[in-house]
T-cell receptor
Framework: NAGVTQTPKFQVLKTGQSMTLQCAQDMNHEYMSWYRQDPGMGLRLIHY???????DQGEVPNGYNVSRSTTEDFPLRLLSAAPSQTSVYFCASRAGLGEPNQPQHFGDGTRLSIL | AQKVTQAQTEISVVEKEDVTLDCVYETRDTTYYLFWYKQPPSGELVFLIRRNSFDEQNEISGRYSWNFQKSTSSFNFTITASQVVDSAVYFCALSEEGGGADGLTFGKGTHLIIQP
């Protein structure tokens, strides 16, 4: 049972480069989301999706783009990387559309450094 | 807007001591859900417990216990007879029933260090 799989685990980019963080889940969860974790800040919601073809912004969406073409995959795109986007990124999924009482299952994270 | 405060940035205790991690939340919803997650040094996030706003019953799971008090908007986490393996960052989080983002609002975390 793979759960939520994130790739890559580590990445170093130069300012201005673009890249896509991959996230896949095999639990048939409708709800998926991306968080970033910065020292002393906890985790903050970037974007989320309540199903294929439906995405919306969270607390800190600027500089990021998402799409949801399938239930399983929810990639996060950095359009033009900036040093402020250096962070650890977590993808999460949750069973039950509109059921905030369900715990979210997190991937192992992607540690991203922007030089 | 909802908010979660974990005032203790770092706690250090000696093994076998009891330790309580504090969590205070703010929300305007009458229905909401509280969570605790553990982040060990390896970095993954591990779900520990969920509590619904309409269920104030405290819960015990082995050495872990949780005290939910709506009157003080608190959801504290106690580890009894702490062990070195309990060393981690612990996050308290809130999810609202009618929240537009439908995501979790996290506290900033408490770094717990258990010294042998």
């Amino acid at each position: 049972n793979a759960g939520v799989t994130q790739t890559p685990k580590f990445q170093v980019l130069k300012t201005g480069q673009s890249m896509t963080l991959q996230c896949a889940q095999d639990m048939n969860h409708e709800y998926m989301s991306w968080y970033r974790q910065d020292p002393g800040m906890g985790l903050r919601l970037i974007h989320y999706s309540v199903g294929a073809g439906i995405t919306d912004q969270g607390e800190v969406p600027n500089g990021y783009n998402v799409s949801r073409s399938t239930t399983e995959d929810f990639p996060l795109r950095l359009l033009s990387a900036a040093p402020s986007q250096t962070s650890v990124y977590f993808c999460a999924s949750r069973a039950g559309l509109g059921e905030p009482n369900q715990p979210q299952h997190f991937g192992d994270g992607t540690r991203l450094s922007i030089l | 807007a909802q908010k979660v405060t974990q005032a203790q940035t770092e706690i250090s205790v000696v093994e076998k001591e009891d330790v309580t991690l504090d969590c205070v939340y703010e929300t305007r919803d009458t229905t909401y859900y509280l969570f605790w997650y553990k982040q060990p040094p390896s970095g993954e996030l591990v779900f520990l417990i969920r509590r619904n706003s309409f269920d104030e019953q405290n819960e015990i799971s082995g050495r872990y216990s949780w005290n939910f008090q709506k009157s003080t908007s608190s959801f504290n986490f106690t580890i009894t007879a702490s062990q070195v393996v309990d060393s981690a960052v612990y996050f308290c989080a809130l999810s609202e029933e009618g929240g537009g983002a439908d995501g979790l609002t996290f506290g900033k975390g408490t770094h717990l260090i258990i010294q042998p």
